[in-house]
Antibody
Framework: EVQLVESGGGLVQPGGSLRLSCAAS????????MHWVRQATGKGLEWVSA???????YYPGSVKGRFTISRENAKNSLYLQMNSLRAGDTAVYYC??????????????WGQGTMVTVSS | SYELTQPPSVSVSPGQTARITCSGD??????AYWYQQKPGQAPVLVIY???ERPSGIPERFSGSSSGTTVTLTISGVQAEDEADYYC??????????FGGGTKLTVL
């Protein structure tokens, strides 16, 4: 079964750091671009970061310079290092696979999400 | 990055047709994708490349594109279709914007 499982969420103080992990299974992880998408409670989806198969990375302006996406293909794992966290970063963070191929830029597989709360 | 605009809400009666629009300046050049999200669940892809339907998605879900607007159409809406729907695209700089989401209410 194709699956993504996030972990590492929790409560962190403003200005603090947190590292999220996403464990992939059921597919050749190294062959796919991977993404993080977040959703604040009651709000919409917000794309957070992407990493290509070659390790190229992309971020929106809202997190650039504070968040770092990385991958470890040998462990079928995706990571998101979040620094200088703010209250506005509070959200459920989803790991998602870019389908590629016929799916092109669609996110065809999603994890169940991990909650990050930034509060004092 | 560019913005995608959706109506906040759409309401239809069971059996009717629901249409949810998504507008963006780059949509004539970039494909759009649609996701369904039910409370407490992760999003599910329902339409890719403007109008293609993944396997397992009911035929009542369809998509279309015209100029700067793409439309998700749900024909013969059922109670189980009540959910939030998001459009998404990609731009040439490597970013992946989402629309603000539309809450579909089945009356």
């Amino acid at each position: 079964e194709v699956q993504l499982v996030e972990s590492g969420g929790g409560l962190v103080q403003p200005g603090g750091s947190l590292r999220l992990s996403c464990a992939a299974s059921g597919f050749t992880f190294s062959s796919y671009d991977m993404h993080w998408v977040r959703q604040a409670t009651g709000k919409g989806l917000e794309w957070v970061s992407a990493i290509g198969t070659a390790g190229d990375t992309y971020y929106p302006g809202s997190v650039k310079g504070r968040f770092t996406i990385s991958r470890e293909n040998a462990k079928n794992s995706l990571y998101l290092q979040m620094n200088s966290l703010r209250a506005g970063d509070t959200a459920v963070y989803y790991c998602a696979r870019r389908g590629g191929g016929v799916y092109l830029n669609a996110f065809d597989i999603w994890g169940q999400g991990t909650m990050v709360t930034v509060s004092s | 990055s560019y913005e995608l605009t959706q109506p906040p809400s759409v309401s239809v009666s069971p059996g009717q047709t629901a249409r949810i629009t998504c507008s963006g300046d780059a949509l004539p050049k970039q494909y759009a994708y649609w996701y369904q999200q039910k409370p407490g669940q992760a999003p599910v892809l329902v339409i890719y490349k403007d109008s293609e339907r993944p396997s397992g998605i009911p035929e009542r879900f369809s998509g279309s594109s015209s100029g700067t607007t793409v439309t998700l159409t749900i024909s013969g809406v059922q109670a189980e279709d009540e959910a939030d729907y998001y459009c998404q695209s990609a731009d040439s700089s490597g970013t992946y914007p989402f629309g603000g989401g539309t809450k579909l209410t089945v009356l």
